[in-house]
Nanobody, 124 residues
């Protein structure tokens, strides 16, 4: 069992930065790939970034490539999403999810565990 709690969302101006955190509980957290997803009002949830359980492989959707960075600290059971050069279209509720395989997160959007989400707002 893995429980996920996101934090770090907020209101930020265009071009600004935020760092989201996904804190996990559970002894097997280090064996899970972690992904970040987002859902804007009236839109479907979309994949943002994912990280293999080893931390050695990362995946990003094209719109955030070069602006967002996903990382993990297994010692503290935390995964981060550093978001730079934020744009109004990044406004959404951001969720982290855990799965045994990062490719499953990327290709299907399915996670075994999900957090409750944190709001990110970038006014235009």
């Amino acid at each position: 069992q893995v429980e996920l709690v996101e934090s770090g969302g907020g209101l930020v101006q265009v071009g600004g930065s935020l760092r989201l955190s996904c804190a996990a509980s559970g002894r097997t957290f280090s064996r899970y790939a972690i992904g970040w997803f987002r859902q804007a009002p009236g839109k479907a949830r979309e994949f943002v970034a994912a990280l293999s359980w080893t931390g050695g492989t990362t995946y990003y959707t094209d719109s955030v490539q070069g602006r967002f960075t996903i990382s993990r600290d297994n010692a503290s059971n935390t995964v981060y999403l550093q978001m730079d050069k934020l744009r109004p279209e990044d406004t959404a509720v951001y969720y982290c999810a855990a799965a045994r395989d990062a490719v499953v997160l990327v290709t299907t959007g399915r996670g075994d565990y999900w957090g409750q989400g944190t709001q990110v707002t970038v006014p235009s």
